[in-house]
């Protein structure tokens, strides 16, 4: 074989060497690529699975006497409300997750039927709808915006069989929690339920 042509081959094979070194660096630069963007996908996934609205509840007794400002705010639009003609307790639902809540659904259901029903809605310029019927056990209200680390407070106005006008406050803090049995909220992609230990439980056994 001629010198030319070893050297042409010597060429041939050095560019070779070069291309594939430059194909390895390529692949190798996608491989990283494709690393960084699968967990950069994964860590998104898992940054929207963790940024949920959380609900938590708390029910107490009482009404007006126990969260004055709140109880104003929520029957400020209700005529002729006389607080000492019901017994009250309240019901706390708070937004305790890392994201803002939508659209959010709340359901009550009693073991009597619910005498009248007021929420002090959450944040500001925020109404809430309720849909109650006269003399049934169950109402739903309707929060456009539930924020992040805000809550809402609900009175139930009843007037349970076995009380007498003045009305036994000590009583009705032992008994209060019985006439309760569900509250349900429904946010989109979020349900959380807290069950009561339901006036009518007493009659099952």
């Not at 699968?38 to 898992?46: K, L, P, V, Y």
């Not at 992040?148 to 003045?166: L, R």
């Amino acid at each position: 074989m001629s010198d030319y042509q070893d050297k042409k081959e010597n060429n041939w094979k050095e560019t070779l060497k070069y291309y594939s070194k430059i194909a390895l660096v390529v692949l190798v630069v996608i491989w990283l690529f494709n690393i960084a963007n699968g967990a950069q996908n994964m860590a998104q996934e898992n940054s929207n699975a963790v940024q949920v609205a959380n609900f938590d509840f708390y029910h107490v007794a009482g009404g007006s006497e126990r969260f004055s400002a709140e109880f104003e705010d929520a029957i400020e639009e209700a005529e002729d409300i006389n607080d000492s003609n019901y017994l009250w307790s309240s019901i706390i639902v708070k937004n305790n997750g890392n994201k803002d809540a939508t659209d959010t659904e709340i359901e009550l259901t009693t073991a009597i039927p619910i005498e009248g029903i007021f929420v002090d809605a959450p944040g500001y310029y925020n109404d809430a709808k309720i849909t109650h019927e006269e003399n049934s056990n169950e109402a739903t209200i309707e929060l456009e915006d539930f924020g992040q680390g805000n809550q809402t407070t609900i009175f139930i106005a009843m007037t349970p069989s076995g009380y007498e006008k003045p009305y036994d406050q000590v009583k009705w803090a032992r008994e209060y929690q019985t006439y309760l049995e569900q509250v349900n909220v429904d946010s989109g992609s979020i349900e959380s339920t807290y069950y009561g230990p339901g006036y009518s439980a007493l009659y099952n056994n």
